[in-house]
């Protein structure tokens, strides 16, 4: 069984920092890519960051570029966020999520079959 873990949550103000990490563990899980989404109340899960180990790629979702980071170390199956200038509407739950196979489209939720409970990220005004 995987599971995933995420920490990193808070509340800051806008214009501020956090950084989010998520540890994949199972005992014959090996992760292809990783993922963060995030859902704030009302609304649908959607995609912000991913990245694929096997060549090395990032993915952003236009609303993070140039704020956010993703990072990660492949032999831990463990991947951050770093988010900078953050926003208020940044505000929701992040949740990693952890897939062992290839996708065609990592944005996409289906990608994914193992997810984390989720961190509470509040930006305040």
């Known amino acids: 069984q995987v599971q995933l873990v995420e920490s990193g949550g808070g509340l800051v103000q806008a214009g501020g920092s956090l950084r989010l990490s998520c540890a994949a563990s199972?005992?014959?899980?090996?992760?292809?890519?990783m993922g963060w989404f995030r859902q704030a109340p009302g609304k649908e899960r959607e995609f912000v960051a991913a990245?694929?180990?096997?060549?090395?790629?990032?993915y952003y979702a236009d609303s993070v570029k140039g704020r956010f980071t993703i990072s990660g170390d492949n032999a831990k199956n463990t991947v951050r966020l770093q988010m900078n200038s953050l926003k208020p509407e940044d505000t929701a739950v992040y949740l990693c999520?952890?897939?062992?196979?290839?996708?065609?489209?990592?944005?996409?939720?289906?990608?994914?079959?193992?997810w984390g409970q989720g961190t509470q990220v509040t930006v305040s005004s």
């Open positions: 999520a952890a897939t062992s196979r290839y996708s065609t489209d990592y944005s996409k939720t289906w990608g994914y079959p193992y």
């Open positions: 199972g005992r014959t899980f090996s992760s292809y890519a």
């Open positions: 990245i694929t180990w096997g060549i090395g790629r990032t």
